[in-house]
């Protein structure tokens, strides 16, 4: 007997269809995947919710690739996965240091854990969620200058990359709307060069993302693999692009349910 594929496998492969087909029917999708139109229509309704497709009369089209949700929407999504991704990236952090946190979900979720920590901390950061939700920590948050968008929660712009630029920091934590091959990715130009900036102004690099963004190819490529010290995400990645990260020289912690690392290489070998 041939085993129906789980939920999480069915709508990994329907993004993937659409990544070669710009419209599908419900009924060819329920055909292929032997279920119901309404497990698909629960399937195309879970992936609408988290932005990575838009709903069509009678099936689905691909989200278009400059386009991706808002902050305060992306942060109803994945919210378990995404806080033990920040659970984890806490882990990472020793008193002392100084980090830099681009404007995002899941770095506003690791936000919220360094909040609860004792270490005494420098951040500097562009988000305004992120710089909130610091405040009742030890931290000394330092908020960058620039144009405030609403739909990231943060600011952006010349005056922002330039500020960024002053300083150095030990770790860059920052988020982003698609990880693949070829690098990592971003739908915001702006927020693309804000993450260059943290790039090249720290020590290490990780990249928090969840499995949604696994082999999403967005807009603008950001930075290559190798820029990375490490990826922290909720599951492996896919065969080719755990390769390619292996090939590239990044390790890639998974944090399980149990809230544990699974890391592809050791914490001390894979720093840059």
């Not at 860059?172 to 702006?190: E, H, P, W």
């Not at 490490?230 to 990044?250: F, K, N, Q, S, Y």
């Amino acid at each position: 007997m041939i085993r129906k594929p789980r939920k999480d496998e069915r709508q990994a492969r329907i993004l993937e269809a659409l990544r070669h087909t710009p419209h599908i029917r419900i009924a060819l999708l329920a055909e292929r995947f032997k279920v119901t139109t309404e497990t698909i229509r629960r399937d195309l309704e879970s992936l609408s919710r988290r932005g990575l497709v838009n709903r069509a009369h009678g099936g689905v089209v691909a989200q278009p690739m400059g386009v991706q949700p808002s902050i305060f929407e992306r942060e109803q999504s994945t919210v378990d996965e995404r806080s033990r991704i920040a659970t984890l990236a806490a882990s990472f952090v020793s008193s002392g240091q100084v980090l830099m946190m681009d404007a995002g979900s899941t770095t506003t979720q690791l936000a919220w854990q360094l909040a609860r920590g004792t270490e005494t901390l420098t951040v500097i950061t562009n988000s305004y969620p992120v710089a909130s939700a610091l405040t009742p920590s030890r931290c000394t948050t330092i908020v960058c200058p620039g144009e405030f968008n609403g739909h990231e929660g943060g600011v952006f712009g010349q005056d922002t990359t330039e500020f960024l630029g002053r300083f150095h920091a030990n770790i860059a934590f920052i988020g982003a709307s698609g990880l693949g091959a070829g690098g990592v990715m971003d739908v915001n130009r702006q927020a693309a060069w804000v993450k260059r900036t943290m790039i090249e102004r720290c020590e290490h690099i990780y990249l928090l993302v969840d499995h949604t963004k696994f082999d999403l190819h967005v807009l603008e490529v950001v930075a290559p693999l190798d820029a990375l010290s490490g990826v922290i995400t909720d599951r492996a990645p896919p065969g080719p692009l755990a390769h390619a990260l292996r090939e590239a020289g990044v390790a890639c912690h998974v944090a399980s349910n149990a809230d544990t690392t699974d890391p592809v290489l050791p914490h001390s070998q894979e720093e840059k």
